[in-house]
């Protein structure tokens, strides 16, 4: 099964996995609203993986084309930094309890084009 790529983002690699620091990296090439965009793990293959339920849906933030973002697996505080060429880097916070990338897993990064919510009972 093949899927289009986001266009807008580039998702660079997974960073120091396994440890306190461990972050998911991701270019903008395109000035975007990053909250269309999450962050999935999974394991597997390119050719055929499984999504986990663990997803990061990143908030609405306007990003433009140069900046990065840098998704801190653990944590709980979010913050934008102008780094020395005058893009940013926007660190965003998961707040997960231990590190997860590592053998086996990897990030998924997914353009939420459209929901759909049940409506009356979403029991």
């Not at 396994?18 to 903008?28: C, D, F, I, L, W």
């Not at 653990?74 to 916070?93: E, F, P, Q, Y």
Request: proline share 7%; hydrophobic share 40%; glycine share 8%.
């Amino acid at each position: 099964m093949s899927f289009p790529e986001p266009k807008n983002l580039r998702l660079m690699g997974v960073r120091d996995p396994g440890t306190s620091q461990e972050r998911v990296a991701v270019k903008v090439l395109k000035a975007c609203d990053i909250g269309k965009y999450a962050i999935i793990l999974a394991a597997g293959s390119d050719e055929r993986f499984f999504p986990s339920t663990t997803c990061c849906w990143f908030p609405d933030l306007e990003a433009d084309a140069g900046d990065f973002i840098s998704l801190r697996t653990l944590g709980t505080r979010s913050r934008s930094v102008v780094n020395r060429t005058g893009t940013k880097t926007h660190i965003i916070s998961w707040g997960l309890d231990a590190p997860v990338w590592g053998e086996g897993s990897f990030p998924v990064l997914i353009y939420v084009a459209a929901i759909q919510l049940p409506t009356g009972n979403r029991a």
